[in-house]
């Protein structure tokens, strides 16, 4: 018997008209719907006047439910997963049932469409050649604070979610754990009260009041803290850093040179010397 084909299928994040003709015709295809919320998603097929039958698929049930699908797929069955909104395995189910899928070859196809956090970064004016995604952040205080560090020693665009209740608390350890720096809270994307808010901690602070919906919170990256810090170690312990990145000699070299602003020749030279 040939296996069933596992889709993940991207669905809106607000308006409903951004979901692509694709989404919607897979949809109509498969056998199953694995839904994180079978009442929203009703509401988006309704909309899409597409009857299909659906199974409960999230975070509380993923463990039992990702077995049941597997062997739906081996029977045969093509599943589409989907969230309430946007891309499945994006801080939303769907990770562990595709690594199962990998495990019993069964082919994963996604479908692309829209992602919240993607479509606030193009818009957030702040560097997009890269960046880092932390969805939303722990709230247990220990693991809370390490997870800063390593966004302080982040020189890359920072990304995370976070909850309306919990947005201005949020803002202001940001200022006291990072500084003052150039941030954009992203309200509501794709819906009626979507809004940007761009400028320094304090002045976005100053702009929000009774945070309500969904919001997203780009942190700019710091990258001269963080060649500040590669220049206070020692020549051999700089080359040591950029090898655990798995760069080769020669990028090494050239990346030394370009942090300490020196000649390349000068680093070359060093390690020849060695």
């Known amino acids: 018997m040939e296996k069933g084909k596992l889709y993940l299928v991207a669905t809106p994040i607000g308006n409903l008209e951004d979901i692509t003709l694709r989404a919607i015709r897979i949809l109509k295809e498969v056998d199953l719907i694995a839904a994180e919320d079978t009442r929203q998603t009703l509401k988006l097929l309704n909309h899409l006047q597409i009857t299909k039958p659906l199974i409960s698929y999230h975070r509380h049930n993923e463990d039992v439910k990702t077995s049941v699908l597997i062997e739906k797929l081996n029977n045969g069955e093509n599943i589409a997963i989907v969230t309430d909104a946007g891309t499945p395995a994006i801080s939303d189910p769907g990770e562990e049932v595709v690594k199962e899928a990998i495990k ?136 040591k850093f950029y090898e655990n990145n798995g760069l080769e000699k020669k990028e090494i070299i050239k990346k030394i040179a370009k942090d300490r602003n020196v000649n390349k020749n000068e680093i070359y030279q060093y390690f020849i010397k060695k």
């Open 104 to 239: 019993n070859e069964i082919e994963v196809i996604p479908i692309p469409g829209a992602c919240a956090l993607i479509n606030a970064l193009i818009a957030s004016g702040l560097d997009t050649k890269e960046f880092s995604f932390y969805a939303f952040l722990p709230i247990n205080k220990k693991l809370r604070k390490e997870k800063f560090e390593e966004i302080k020693n982040d020189g890359k665009t920072v990304i995370i979610y976070e909850a309306p209740h919990r947005l201005i608390s949020t803002l202001n350890e940001i200022k006291e754990l990072l500084g003052d720096r150039n941030i954009v809270v992203a309200k509501e994307l794709t819906k009626i009260h979507e809004k940007f808010i761009r400028g320094k901690i304090t002045e976005v602070l100053e702009k929000i009041e009774n945070p309500k919906g969904e919001y997203i919170i780009l942190i700019n990256g710091e990258k001269i803290k963080q060649e500040i810090k590669l220049n206070n170690l020692s020549l051999e312990e700089h080359y």
